[in-house]
């Protein structure tokens, strides 16, 4: 568990801060990289989010999504570039750095605290906790305030880490796979608390995880970050609306792929079948092709198996 200066589920906040302080964008990276060594963990990687925004940070084992969220948190600091959190530079500010809640992947509690003691220390700790909010919600999920939290089940470990999070009213929530380990109940509860507090909150959450299907209906915004390198950083609804699955003759596929960016390419001898990038409400005419929309899932798995494809802000190709 981290408290004090750096962000951790308990750590202070400060009201005063976050209502003086405009915020253009709730997180800004520029060209940040971190080395461990001699690996490159994230390299050059760029990318802002406005504020009020349901981030997912999706990508394979050794991606760098829990390094690039231990920058964010301050808990790490970059080899290259910066990371601005409304407009305030990481590990700059103590008052900044309050603002963020993290949520690390193992759960920062302690087994041998009750419920309440864990409650008391974050409210000890935090200027903003909301108590009430805190009681009201673990009393509305059936935990025992009286239990020790080693004796609770995983899910509900997780819905007291996500409950002191939130309570202590950050304005951006970090969380490392917030899901990991649980069943898919469990997985389906905790997104479900954490959109109802982000309903009420109008936080910024920035979670990252494996599974794109728990993400679906709950995030907003998608990152997808592959080889340590921001592959896509873009809102949902806009990188579904421009991308296309087409299917329709093998002979005239590579006449598409001239004309637009061809994420994934399935051919049989007479049919292809291709999931390319288009310009926002440009309608498909050619009548020799179908064109259909892509789910979330199937987006990030095409740009997962071809790591040196991007769709960083525009598309620069249009239909025709
Ligand atoms: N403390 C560390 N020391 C050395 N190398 C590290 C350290 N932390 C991470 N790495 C390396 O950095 C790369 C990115 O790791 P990171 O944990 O950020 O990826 P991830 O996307 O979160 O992976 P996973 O999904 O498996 O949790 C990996 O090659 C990893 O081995």
Known sequence: MTAGRTAGIFGGGSGEYASSTPSPAALEAVRLGKRYRSTWALRDCSLTVPAGRVVAFVGP??????TFLHLVAGLIAPTRGSVRLFGEPVGQRAEALARVAFLAQDKPLYDGFTVADMLRFGHHLNPRWDDSFARQRLTELDIPLNRKVGKLSGGQQAQVALTIAVAKRPDLLVMDEPLANLDPVARHDVMRSLMAAVAETQMTVVLSSHVVSDLTNACDWLVVLNRGQVQISGEVDELLATHRLLSGPAELADGVAARMPVISDSR???????????????????PRWTASGVSLEELVLAYLRRPDATSLPHPTLTLS
């Open 268 to 286: 049989s001898e007479r049919q292809a079948d291709l999931l390319a990038r288009t310009s926002p409400g440009t309608p498909w005419h050619d």
């Open 61 to 66: 084992n050794g991606a760098g999504k829990s």
